[in-house]
Nanobody, 125 residues
Framework: QLQLVESGGDSVQAGGSLRLSCAAS????????IAWFRQAPGKEREGVSC???????RYADSVKGRFTISRDNAKKSVYLEMNSLKPEDTAVYSC???????????????????WGQGTQVTVSS
């Protein structure tokens, strides 16, 4: 059974750091792109970052230089290291799987086929 499970969400002060994890199971992990999305109350879901099976990455402009995505194929996990957090980073963060193998990962949610349940990140000023 294909499954994505996020963890690591928490409440932090502005300027703080968090590391989110996405643990995958039920598929050949290293083939596929994984992305992080976030959705704040009353706002549309937005792509934060993505990583291909080979390790190519993309970032939203709003998080470039602050967030780092990585993956450990042996552990079937993807991580999102978030530094210099801002109140506007507050959202539910979800990881998602794109089952279409490509040379570059997508940042649009409609490209992704499977989703985790999400983990809450709250940044207070």
């Amino acid at each position: 059974q294909l499954q994505l499970v996020e963890s690591g969400g928490d409440s932090v002060q502005a300027g703080g750091s968090l590391r989110l994890s996405c643990a995958a199971s039920g598929f050949t992990f290293h083939h596929y792109s994984i992305a992080w999305f976030r959705q704040a109350p009353g706002k549309e879901r937005e792509g934060v970052s993505c990583i291909t099976g080979s390790g190519s990455t993309r970032y939203a402009d709003s998080v470039k230089g602050r967030f780092t995505i990585s993956r450990d194929n042996a552990k079937k996990s993807v991580y999102l290291e978030m530094n210099s957090l801002k109140p506007e980073d507050t959202a539910v963060y979800s990881c998602a799987l794109d089952t279409l193998v490509g040379t570059m990962c997508a940042m649009a949610d409609y490209e992704y086929d499977y989703w985790g349940q999400g983990t809450q990140v709250t940044v207070s000023s």
